[in-house]
């Protein structure tokens, strides 16, 4: 069973950046897409972007000039970094494994860790 | 983007009666060369991270119960619960991974009447 969790600063300045890790178990990162989404209140679900198997990247045209995604397969890691934070970045963001039928069918997923943005 | 569009916002249904939830897509997530429209169904309970019921529009994910049930193509779709029972109270999410960026429905909140 694929199990992820997500990890990082649950508080974070405006105008600073927002990093979080999401550890895998269960599944190799090696193999199929690897998503970071977020959930608000105002917005709700937001995909952030995805990192494959190989380890290319695609990321939501709203945010990408902020967002990068990478990963460590040696400790099979992928993760997420937000630039330039702003309070609309306030969110409980998902770490998230594509299924086996689709990059963007999200059949597992972390429990989520809340980031708040705020001096 | 494509746009999805959910209906009702809120729901409130009795025990044992059927719900139906409605999901409307800006732009068709049916892809003529496979047939398969790019169409997914989610359930999230309170703290706790949406969970998958449903791909390719009508394919029930291991482990959910037969009393759902999903149809529809090419831009409406319906996600039906035939006899709601109390762990069902939630909010439900279509998808579409037709196309990136991947995006979700604004949900539905499901309550007992």
């Known amino acids: 069973q694929v199990q992820l969790q997500e990890s990082g600063p649950g508080l974070v300045k405006p105008s600073e950046t927002l990093s979080l890790t999401c550890t895998v178990s269960?599944?190799?990162?090696?193999?199929?897409?690897w998503s970071w989404i977020r959930q608000t209140p105002g917005k709700g679900l937001e995909w952030i972007g995805f990192?494959?198997?190989?380890?290319?990247?695609l990321y939501n045209p709203s945010l990408k000039s902020r967002v990068t995604i990478s990963r460590d397969t040696s400790t099979s890691q992928f993760s997420l970094t937000l630039r330039s934070v702003t309070a609309p970045d306030t969110a409980l963001y998902y770490c998230?494994?594509?299924?086996?039928?689709?990059?963007?069918?999200?059949?597992?997923w972390g429990r989520g860790t809340l980031v708040i943005v705020s001096s | 983007d494509i746009v999805m569009t959910q209906s009702p916002d809120s729901l409130a249904v009795s025990l044992g009666e059927r719900a139906t939830i409605n999901c409307r897509s800006s732009?068709?997530?049916?892809?003529?060369?496979?047939?398969?429209?790019?169409l997914a169904w989610y359930q999230q309970k309170p703290g706790q991270p949406p969970r998958l019921l449903f791909y390719?529009?009508?394919i029930r994910e291991s482990g959910v119960p037969d009393r759902f049930s999903g149809s529809g193509s090419g831009t409406d779709f319906t996600l039906t619960i035939s006899s709601l029972q109390a762990e069902d109270v939630a909010v439900y999410y279509c998808q579409q991974y037709y196309d990136t960026p991947y995006t979700f429905g604004r949900g539905t909140n499901l309550e007992i009447k």
């Open positions: 990192i494959d198997n190989k380890g290319n990247t």
């Open positions: 390719w529009a009508s």
């Open positions: 732009q068709s997530v049916l892809y003529r060369s496979n047939n398969k429209n790019y």
């Open positions: 998230a494994k594509g299924s086996d039928w689709n990059a963007g069918g999200f059949e597992s």
């Open positions: 269960g599944a190799s990162i090696s193999s199929y897409y």
